[in-house]
């Protein structure tokens, strides 16, 4: 209902007199929030222009924008999506090559980055923010009980090291996790433990791999930790939650998106600014696919009209221009600025300067290889996902059963069964292998 009354709010808003209308599906993140602040700035330099949002959840967006680009209703002009959907849209001709202006600078974007989100060569859509996970801890808490976060952390570390900081009597968690069903919730956590621990989705052949054990160790070790030391709503925890629960001083440890490290880091947001370390993700018999690769990006939709198609375009290279970076610097400091995507803001010193996170999200995303995700050999691309169209099926399902271990609803091994036969019978109906 919170998505359908959002789409119909801004498909039906009064647009401006002669103006092209621009609908614009995206996230709730605080970058994307700041992002359609910003819209009268846009509007006033593009005054043929009028630009309305729909903003929902992760998980709502998803569904939204996959069922209206799926189904060609053309509800929204500009669309926000991710390194998993972009290359399988843009191969079956539901999204247009992104076209940057002269000031663009196509050259500057991150590597990895610019090739998850082209198709043949081509970018099909432009990264607003790029992402990999890392483990951020309170550095005073760890001073206080004598402890001290190794350069390259475990999983085994990140264990003992929550059990020792546990302590919900004073409102500490030992750590939070994404716990919230889904394929790009909980799974994009649980994909990168898999993963450390020298599990895989598929094998050569196809077959599902859910119920092995790597799985078993780390979904076993996932749920023992939250049950263990986590917050008592942990099944709840999306992105924006655990956000709000380490900014407030409650969690002692996150594993969870790079992109948080500036929020987490902010005094006008968090309550540990000035507290806070950072570490790569953890790995544990490899570092091969520990740490996620992510990008949201701002895509425009094949079956939208030619004035649409091109107001889009103006909208896109305003929004992802390194002059959008420079101007969030000025409205908020270097410190909040979108980053994940661009060569030059690393290099620039008043970021570094700012970002004390910035090594390692850098180096996480630069290492991040959805080529070769898993220790043993894989058939398919994307590290926290698989790059098939029935991997979002998949993924949700198995994310469900977790969620219910989680829960004390199902073992582990019940869950990791479910899971392997949901993946055998989407296999099956899909018409797969691919």
Request: with cysteine; net charge neutral.
């Amino acid at each position: 209902m919170l998505a359908a009354s959002a789409i119909a709010a801004a498909l039906f808003a009064a647009p401006a007199a002669h103006a092209t209308h621009l609908v614009i599906a995206t996230v709730d993140n605080a970058q994307m929030l700041e992002m359609q602040h910003l819209t009268p700035l846009f509007e006033k330099a593009h005054p043929g222009i009028h630009v309305n949002w729909v903003t929902l959840s992760e998980h709502a967006l998803r569904d939204a924008v996959s069922t209206d680009i799926e189904t060609g209703q053309g509800q929204f002009d500009i669309v926000t999506v991710g390194l998993y959907e972009t290359p399988l849209w843009a191969r079956r001709g539901w999204l247009v090559p992104i076209e940057p202006d002269a000031q663009y600078d196509e050259a500057d974007l991150l590597p990895t980055i610019r090739r998850g989100l082209s198709y043949r060569g081509h970018l099909y859509a432009a990264p607003f923010y790029g992402e990999s996970s890392m483990l951020m801890y309170r550095t005073d808490l760890m001073r206080q009980a004598g402890l001290r976060m190794p350069a390259h952390p475990s999983w085994s570390d990140v264990a003992a090291l929550a059990a020792r900081l546990d302590d919900r009597r004073h409102g500490v968690y030992g750590i939070c996790l994404r716990g919230k069903a889904g394929w790009g919730e909980n799974m994009s956590l649980v994909s990168t433990m898999v993963n450390a621990f020298g599990g895989q989705w598929f094998d050569m052949n196809w077959r599902p791999r859910i119920d092995t054990a790597a799985w078993k160790q780390a979904v076993g070790l996932y749920v023992d930790l939250l049950r263990r030391y986590g917050p008592p709503d942990a099944a709840q925890m999306n992105y924006n939650a655990n956000l709000a629960l380490f900014a407030q001083g409650k969690c002692a440890m996150w594993v969870g998106a790079t992109v948080a490290g500036g929020f987490v880091s902010s005094p006008s947001f968090s309550r540990v600014a000035g507290k806070v370390g950072f570490a790569p993700a953890p790995v544990a018999v490899t570092a091969r696919g520990s740490h996620w690769l992510w990008a949201w990006a701002l895509a425009i939709p094949a079956d939208i009209a030619p004035a649409q198609r091109a107001a889009a375009q103006t909208f896109v290279n305003w929004a992802t221009s390194r002059a959008y970076v420079d101007t969030i610097a000025a409205r908020q400091g270097w410190d909040l600025v979108p980053s994940g995507t661009r060569r030059s803001t690393y290099a620039n010193p008043a970021f570094q300067a700012a970002a004390p996170w910035a090594r390692v999200e850098l180096d996480a995303i630069d290492s991040a290889d959805p080529n070769t995700p898993t220790l043993p050999p894989s058939p398919y691309r994307g590290i926290q996902y698989v790059s098939i169209p029935g991997f979002r099926v998949i993924g949700d399902q198995v994310g469900a059963a977790i969620r219910q271990a989680l829960q004390g609803k199902l073992s582990v091994d019940q869950a990791l069964a479910q899971g392997q036969y949901a993946a055998q019978r989407e296999l099956l109906s899909g018409g797969y292998p691919p």
